[in-house]
Protein backbone atom coordinates (compact mmCIF):
# COMPACT_ATOMS: atom_id res chain seq x y z
CA UNK A 1 0.00 0.00 0.00
CA UNK A 2 1.53 2.97 -1.31
CA UNK A 3 1.67 6.38 0.96
CA UNK A 4 -0.33 8.84 -0.31
CA UNK A 5 0.15 12.26 0.88
CA UNK A 6 -3.58 13.86 2.25
CA UNK A 7 -4.79 17.32 1.66
CA UNK A 8 -4.59 19.34 4.79
CA UNK A 9 -8.09 19.22 6.38
CA UNK A 10 -8.47 22.92 6.47
CA UNK A 11 -7.37 25.81 3.91
CA UNK A 12 -3.67 27.21 4.70
CA UNK A 13 -4.53 30.41 5.92
CA UNK A 14 -7.11 28.38 8.49
CA UNK A 15 -4.46 28.40 11.59
CA UNK A 16 -3.31 32.28 11.39
CA UNK A 17 -2.00 33.76 13.30
CA UNK A 18 -0.54 30.85 15.05
CA UNK A 19 0.65 28.81 12.10
CA UNK A 20 0.95 30.80 8.97
CA UNK A 21 0.29 29.72 5.61
CA UNK A 22 3.45 29.63 4.73
CA UNK A 23 4.51 27.24 7.35
CA UNK A 24 1.65 25.27 6.11
CA UNK A 25 2.68 25.31 2.10
CA UNK A 26 6.39 24.34 3.28
CA UNK A 27 5.59 22.25 5.99
CA UNK A 28 3.03 20.13 4.34
CA UNK A 29 3.79 20.46 0.29
CA UNK A 30 7.32 20.30 0.68
CA UNK A 31 8.36 18.07 4.31
CA UNK A 32 5.63 16.30 4.47
CA UNK A 33 5.33 14.77 0.94
CA UNK A 34 9.40 14.24 0.83
CA UNK A 35 8.40 11.66 3.80
CA UNK A 36 5.73 9.72 1.11
CA UNK A 37 7.72 10.28 -1.56
CA UNK A 38 11.17 8.79 0.28
CA UNK A 39 9.09 6.35 2.33
CA UNK A 40 7.59 4.63 -0.72
CA UNK A 41 10.83 4.53 -2.23
CA UNK A 42 12.40 2.41 0.75
CA UNK A 43 9.18 0.33 1.10
CA UNK A 44 10.09 -1.43 -2.37
CA UNK A 45 11.57 -4.72 -1.47
CA UNK A 46 11.54 -4.29 2.36
CA UNK A 47 8.99 -6.96 2.41
CA UNK A 48 6.40 -4.13 4.06
CA UNK A 49 4.80 -4.06 1.54
CA UNK A 50 0.89 -4.00 2.03
CA UNK A 51 1.09 -3.97 5.56
CA UNK A 52 -1.01 -1.06 7.02
CA UNK A 53 1.70 2.21 8.06
CA UNK A 54 1.23 1.25 11.80
CA UNK A 55 2.57 -1.93 11.29
CA UNK A 56 5.64 -0.27 9.09
CA UNK A 57 6.31 1.78 11.21
CA UNK A 58 6.33 -1.07 14.39
CA UNK A 59 8.32 -3.23 12.24
CA UNK A 60 10.92 -0.67 10.49
CA UNK A 61 11.79 0.54 14.15
CA UNK A 62 15.19 -0.71 15.08
CA UNK A 63 15.43 -2.76 12.04
CA UNK A 64 14.94 -0.53 8.38
CA UNK A 65 16.23 2.80 9.49
CA UNK A 66 15.45 5.15 6.27
CA UNK A 67 11.95 3.55 5.94
CA UNK A 68 11.07 3.77 9.64
CA UNK A 69 12.42 7.65 10.08
CA UNK A 70 9.99 8.36 6.67
CA UNK A 71 7.38 6.02 7.57
CA UNK A 72 6.95 7.28 11.19
CA UNK A 73 7.25 11.00 10.16
CA UNK A 74 4.82 9.90 7.61
CA UNK A 75 2.39 8.86 10.36
CA UNK A 76 3.08 11.46 12.82
CA UNK A 77 2.28 14.07 9.95
CA UNK A 78 -1.28 12.61 9.02
CA UNK A 79 -2.31 13.25 12.11
CA UNK A 80 -0.68 16.32 13.02
CA UNK A 81 -2.60 17.93 10.93
CA UNK A 82 -5.65 16.49 12.39
CA UNK A 83 -4.79 17.63 15.79
CA UNK A 84 -4.90 20.76 15.03
CA UNK A 85 -8.48 23.47 13.61
CA UNK A 86 -9.02 26.78 13.80
CA UNK A 87 -10.72 28.00 16.89
CA UNK A 88 -9.19 25.20 18.72
CA UNK A 89 -6.83 24.36 22.14
CA UNK A 90 -7.47 25.92 25.31
CA UNK A 91 -9.78 23.81 27.84
CA UNK A 92 -12.95 23.12 25.66
CA UNK A 93 -12.15 19.95 26.20
CA UNK A 94 -15.14 16.85 25.52
CA UNK A 95 -16.17 15.79 29.61
CA UNK A 96 -14.85 12.27 28.88
CA UNK A 97 -11.15 13.22 27.85
CA UNK A 98 -11.13 15.90 30.54
CA UNK A 99 -11.70 13.41 33.31
CA UNK A 100 -9.37 11.14 32.06
CA UNK A 101 -6.52 13.95 32.13
CA UNK A 102 -7.73 14.73 35.77
CA UNK A 103 -7.25 11.19 36.75
CA UNK A 104 -4.25 10.68 34.62
CA UNK A 105 -2.38 13.52 34.23
CA UNK A 106 -3.36 16.00 37.71
CA UNK A 107 -5.59 18.59 35.92
CA UNK A 108 -5.62 20.19 32.68
CA UNK A 109 -3.39 23.23 33.71
CA UNK A 110 -0.80 20.31 35.03
CA UNK A 111 -1.00 18.33 31.58
CA UNK A 112 -0.46 21.50 30.20
CA UNK A 113 2.82 22.70 31.80
CA UNK A 114 4.11 19.31 30.98
CA UNK A 115 2.94 18.59 27.53
CA UNK A 116 4.64 21.86 27.03
CA UNK A 117 7.67 21.22 28.92
CA UNK A 118 8.15 17.74 27.09
CA UNK A 119 8.17 19.74 23.30
CA UNK A 120 10.96 22.93 25.22
CA UNK A 121 12.76 19.97 26.37
CA UNK A 122 13.56 17.65 23.75
CA UNK A 123 16.65 18.15 22.61
CA UNK A 124 16.77 18.77 18.90
CA UNK A 125 14.40 17.58 16.41
CA UNK A 126 11.56 15.23 17.66
CA UNK A 127 7.85 15.23 19.21
CA UNK A 128 6.00 15.73 22.55
CA UNK A 129 2.64 13.45 22.96
CA UNK A 130 -0.30 12.31 24.55
CA UNK A 131 -0.08 9.01 24.65
CA UNK A 132 -2.30 5.97 26.27
CA UNK A 133 -0.38 3.49 28.01
CA UNK A 134 -1.62 0.59 29.66
CA UNK A 135 -4.91 2.01 30.03
CA UNK A 136 -3.48 5.51 31.09
CA UNK A 137 -2.83 8.79 29.66
CA UNK A 138 0.81 9.45 29.49
CA UNK A 139 2.80 12.69 28.06
CA UNK A 140 5.74 11.35 26.31
CA UNK A 141 8.86 12.68 24.37
CA UNK A 142 10.68 11.29 21.55
CA UNK A 143 13.76 12.44 19.41
CA UNK A 144 13.29 12.84 15.00
CA UNK A 145 10.57 10.49 13.87
CA UNK A 146 10.02 8.17 16.83
CA UNK A 147 6.55 8.10 18.39
CA UNK A 148 4.81 6.00 20.68
CA UNK A 149 4.01 3.42 18.35
CA UNK A 150 7.44 2.06 19.25
CA UNK A 151 7.41 2.58 22.74
CA UNK A 152 3.90 0.31 23.43
CA UNK A 153 1.92 2.98 23.80
CA UNK A 154 -0.77 4.82 21.17
CA UNK A 155 -0.41 8.82 20.41
CA UNK A 156 -3.84 10.55 21.19
CA UNK A 157 -1.96 14.21 20.50
CA UNK A 158 1.26 14.95 19.04
CA UNK A 159 3.39 18.29 18.90
CA UNK A 160 5.97 18.42 15.76
CA UNK A 161 9.06 20.50 17.54
CA UNK A 162 11.21 20.37 14.63
CA UNK A 163 12.52 23.32 13.55
CA UNK A 164 10.31 23.43 10.26
CA UNK A 165 7.42 22.98 12.30
CA UNK A 166 7.93 26.55 13.99
CA UNK A 167 10.59 28.31 12.69
CA UNK A 168 9.00 30.75 9.99
CA UNK A 169 6.54 32.18 12.71
CA UNK A 170 8.55 31.80 15.92
CA UNK A 171 11.96 31.40 15.09
CA UNK A 172 13.79 30.14 17.77
CA UNK A 173 10.67 30.69 20.83
CA UNK A 174 9.81 26.96 20.77
CA UNK A 175 7.63 27.52 23.90
CA UNK A 176 5.56 30.11 22.48
CA UNK A 177 4.97 27.82 19.39
CA UNK A 178 4.37 25.22 22.30
CA UNK A 179 2.08 27.50 23.96
CA UNK A 180 -0.24 28.90 21.10
CA UNK A 181 -0.27 24.98 20.02
CA UNK A 182 -2.17 23.90 23.26
CA UNK A 183 -4.08 27.20 23.65
CA UNK A 184 -5.42 27.74 20.11
CA UNK A 185 -4.68 25.09 18.12
CA UNK A 186 -5.64 21.97 19.17
CA UNK A 187 -8.25 19.58 17.77
CA UNK A 188 -9.59 18.01 20.69
CA UNK A 189 -12.43 16.06 18.51
CA UNK A 190 -9.71 13.86 16.96
CA UNK A 191 -7.73 13.78 20.30
CA UNK A 192 -11.34 12.40 21.53
CA UNK A 193 -12.07 9.94 18.44
CA UNK A 194 -7.86 8.79 18.91
CA UNK A 195 -8.37 7.99 23.32
CA UNK A 196 -11.80 6.37 22.03
CA UNK A 197 -9.83 3.87 19.70
CA UNK A 198 -6.87 3.64 21.82
Known amino acids: MAFELPALPYAYEALAPFMSRETLEYHHDKHHQAYVTNGNKLLEGSGL ?79 AWLAVKGGKLEIMKTPNGENPLVHGAMPILGVDVWEHSYYIDYRNARPKYLEAFVDHLINWDHVLDMYESA
Open 49 to 127: EGKSLEDVVRQSFGKNVGLFNNAAQHYNHIHFWKWMKKGGGGQSLPEKLMKAIESDLGGYDKFRADFIAAGTAQFGSGW
